[in-house]
């Protein structure tokens, strides 16, 4: 598509529950992110994909946190057992890498899921 | 680590010029600047690479010392427009090692206002 785009816009669920949030990348960028930003917050680095395998997942918070990609194109975070302190806005980013000089131009943002856990 | 921001906030007159500044304890491959308007996701401004780079988009510019780890973003002539927060992005040279590049680490952000 033309841009990122998230879904759902709008999450809110009980405590202890599970949620799924999607990611739809542009079409040809190789690289998603997934960044948390909490009110009033900066951006708190999750997970990175290269293709369908993560490199760097250092960023989730702890293991009830995982994400996929699937054909190098969507990718889905889950959060199992949802915590009132996962409450934020969860941002997808997709970018491609130069084809030298190994950096990634600029990142695309999606609108983000805004997850309230009650 | 998170690289630091500063100022925090600053509040312009339109016409009036800012700069905001981006530093990191960690050798820097490639800065990235965004800005974020209320409610609404990042939008890229520039990205600077490791060499010494100086960039312009419009009376936006910016520049990267990697000797000192810092950044600094120039708004000229500011604009109503202009108003939002603004983040720094750092990457630290996963790209190198693995030729595809890496993940951006942002600072806490600068909020701007600018005022008729």
């Known amino acids: 598509g033309a841009g990122v785009s998230q879904s759902p816009s709008n999450k809110v669920t009980e405590k202890g529950k599970d949620v799924e949030l999607r990611c739809d990348p542009i079409?040809?960028?190789?690289?998603l992110y997934w960044y948390r930003q909490s009110l009033g917050q900066g951006l708190e680095f999750l997970i990175y994909?290269?293709?369908?395998?993560?490199?760097?997942k250092s960023g989730l918070p702890s293991d009830r946190f995982s994400a996929e990609r699937t054909g190098g194109s969507v990718s889905t975070l889950t959060i199992q057992r949802t915590q009132q302190e996962d409450s934020a806005v969860y941002l997808c980013?997709?970018?491609?890498?130069?084809?030298?000089?190994?950096?990634?131009?600029?990142?695309?943002f999606g609108s983000g899921t805004r997850l309230t856990v009650v | 680590q998170q690289p630091v921001q500063s100022p925090q906030a600053v509040i312009l007159r339109e016409g009036e010029d800012a700069v905001i500044n981006c530093s990191s304890s960690?050798?820097?491959?490639?800065v990235h600047w965004y800005r974020q308007k209320h409610g609404e996701a990042p939008v890229f401004l520039m990205i600077?690479?490791?060499?010494?780079e100086q960039k312009g988009h419009d009376k936006i510019s910016a520049s990267f010392n990697e000797k000192k780890q810092q950044s600094s973003l120039y708004l000229t002539a500011s604009q109503l427009s202009y108003s939002g927060t603004y983040f720094c992005?750092?990457?630290?040279?996963?790209?190198?090692?693995?030729?595809?590049?890496?993940?951006?680490?942002f600072g806490q952000g600068t909020e701007l206002s600018v005022k008729p």
């Open positions: 980013a997709s970018s491609h890498p130069s084809k030298n000089r190994g950096y990634n131009y600029g990142y695309t």
């Open positions: 079409s040809g960028h190789t690289a």
């Open positions: 994909f290269q293709g369908n395998s993560a490199p760097d």
């Open positions: 960690k050798a820097l491959y490639s």
């Open positions: 600077l690479l490791k060499g010494g």
């Open positions: 992005g750092t990457e630290s040279g996963y790209g190198v090692i693995y030729n595809q590049g890496g993940k951006l680490i």
